[in-house]
């Protein structure tokens, strides 16, 4: 049985639990397996009350995820490009910098000795994040923890794609606008929306007087790519590949 060395939560720790629910866009049926992903080892009374083995699951569960999205969405990539890409997708860095955009180190329990950090280390951050893969497979089974991952990591493969294969929108528009209007593009924050810790951004890119189709963004460096994106599409009469609402 999942994490029987683990209580039941009690009335105390239902609150932070309700929030991190509320942050992942996931209703538990069982709190424990909750519970059990949101604790380090640090704040746990056993180890295997901790979230290490659930991470080791939850590991598992993105590596095939994402393989499986790459394999049936880019079908014209070799296994080497392939590779590249599951590499930045599935990274610590990657999986530290969605719990952080989520707000997880408010709802993880630590121990007094890590308390004391200013700042939560990256690698408690992408523990936690594949530690909930788990207990969302856990508690739900594989596809919730598969519309789970997609609904976090799609952007992310988006990003390592056009960045890996050397496809950097931002970097392509301010050479042609050096070239072609010799001067630099500049973006343009238009709306943004969501709450402060899943903030959505869109952003125009502007050459001269010239205004392109703003682009939505999870956060604004991809927004920004976004737009610039849609900017080199509009300037070769091509339609622009992200819509602004």
Known sequence: MPHASVPAPGPEIMPLLEDCERRIGVTFSNKTLLLAALTHASGAHHRLASNERLEFLGDAILGAVVCDLLYHNYPDYLEGDLTKIKSIVVSRLTCSRISRSLGL?????????????????????????????????????????????????????ELAVDGTLGSNYKSLLQQLAQREYST??????????????????????????????????????????????????????????????
């Not at 856990?138 to 519309?147: R, V």
């Not at 999870?218 to 609402?245: F, G, H, T, V």
């Open 105 to 157: 180190e408010d709802c993880l329990i630590l121990g007094k000795g890590m308390t004391t950090h200013p700042h939560v280390p990256t690698s408690l951050l992408a523990d936690v994040f594949e530690s909930l893969i788990a207990a969302v497979y856990l508690d739900a089974g594989h596809d919730a923890a598969q519309e789970f991952i997609e609904r976090f990591i799609a952007p992310e493969i």
């Open 184 to 245: 630099t593009p500049t973006y343009q924050l238009m709306d943004e929306k969501g709450p402060d810790h899943s903030k959505c951004f869109k952003i125009a890119a502007r050459i001269g007087s010239n205004q392109y189709q703003p682009a939505w963004g999870r956060n604004k460096k991809e927004a920004e790519q976004r737009a610039a994106r849609n900017a080199l599409c509009q300037i070769k009469n091509e339609p622009p590949p992200y819509p602004s609402d």
